[in-house]
C-alpha cells in the first residue's frame, strides 16, 4: 500500500521559513517524480514545485520562484521543500504527490499518489 505521508506545516509570520517534508512507503521512490502542490481555501489545487525521477530537474510555479527549493533524498524515500520569505498568500493545505510520468509535472492529473496534506498558514 503506498503512503505519502507530510509533515512539517504550521504557523509563521509572513517573511518567515518552513520546511515541508514528505515521507513515501511501498512504492520504489526513484520510479517517481515528486511533486508539491497546494490549495487555498475557496481555490483550486494548484502546481508548487516537481523534481524529477533521476537527475534532479526541479520546476516551479512562478509564484514561488526564488522563495522555494524542492530537493529529495532518495536513500530516505523523502521529498522536501524549503519554503522562505512565506506571503499570506502562501497559506493553503500543501500536498505532495508521485508521478510516474517523466513530463507535465505542472498537471496533477499525471499524478497517481497523493498524500493527505498539510496546512501552512501565513500571517500578516
Known amino acids: 500500500q503506498v503512503q505519502l505521508v507530510e509533515s512539517g506545516g504550521g504557523l509563521v509570520q509572513a517573511g518567515g521559513s518552513l520546511r515541508l517534508s514528505c515521507a513515501a512507503s511501498?512504492?520504489?521512490?526513484?520510479?517517481?517524480?515528486m511533486g508539491w502542490f497546494r490549495q487555498a481555501p475557496g481555490k483550486e489545487r494548484e502546481f508548487v514545485a516537481a523534481?524529477?525521477?533521476?537527475?534532479?530537474?526541479?520546476y516551479y510555479a512562478d509564484s514561488v520562484k526564488g522563495r522555494f527549493a524542492i530537493s529529495r533524498d532518495n536513500t530516505k524515500n523523502t521529498v522536501y521543500i524549503q519554503m522562505n520569505s512565506l506571503k499570506p498568500e502562501d497559506t493553503a493545505v500543501y500536498y505532495c504527490?508521485?508521478?510516474?510520468?517523466?513530463?507535465?509535472?505542472?498537471?496533477?492529473?499525471?499524478?497517481?499518489?497523493w498524500g493527505q496534506g498539510t496546512q501552512v498558514t501565513v500571517s500578516s
Open positions: 523534481i524529477s525521477r533521476s537527475y534532479g530537474g526541479t
Open positions: 504527490a508521485a508521478s510516474y510520468f517523466r513530463s507535465d509535472y505542472d498537471q496533477s492529473q499525471k499524478y497517481v499518489y
Open positions: 511501498g512504492l520504489t521512490f526513484t520510479n517517481y517524480a
